[in-house]
């Protein structure tokens, strides 16, 4: 049994160890590019519940927001990040590279077009802007209450500093954040499937054939025993153990 140090890394040291790594990456992704398939096919059906609305109640409009962006999060991760012990494709295509470029031909991959390059990095810029939280929020809050909304710079001071902050709790959405929503995560969804298509053309080539994916359907409830998996996963990552 690994201990959590060896736990940490995935090593990819030989064809076979890049071929499981890859395998692995592929089944992670099928499962999240189907969730936001579903999801996408739900907002659809909400937007034509709410064809003739003008706004929707802002419980619901957030509900599916959150889910689209959570997995499209997920998905982000898979794809662009580039820390040292990340399972993403950037960080496989990068370990396979550089082997292939220090003469190790077993390691050989069609080179990734600029285009691809190019949806790589943006993934990667993405995941790392999505839930970072800039100062430049508040000075363009700022900014458009004060010239868009016509509040006055004293006005503005004496509400963000008064005893009591005052929270803003919109009751309903302008029913254009709905398509919004919708729009920005089928363009998402497409980005991602282009991706996911060369991951499954990479594994093509390192197996030596087409590949497929078969969804198999368990009949057996989904132990809760495979927590653990995660709470190792953790454990190996942590600095404290």
Known sequence: MMNYKEMKIRTINNKMDAIIFLNQLIGLTEKRMTRLENALNDVEKLMTKYKNHRKIETTIYQAYQERMDCVTMYLCNIFGDETKNAASYKQFRKIMDRKYSQGYEEFKLEPLSKDMVEILEDLREQRNWSHHIPQSLFTSQEN??????????????????????????????????????????????????????????????????????QKVDEPRVRPFEFVQIAEDSMKANSKRR
Request: proline share 0%.
């Open 144 to 213: 458009y209450m004060i010239n868009k909304d016509g509040l006055s710079n004293e006005m503005f001071k004496r509400i963000f500093s008064n005893k009591t902050v005052y929270v803003s709790v919109w009751k309903y959405h302008d029913i254009k954040w709905l398509r919004g929503l919708y729009d920005s995560a089928k363009e998402a969804y497409d980005i991602f499937n282009t991706v996911f298509e060369q991951m499954k053309s990479d594994y093509s080539k390192l197996i030596g054939t087409d590949m497929n994916i």
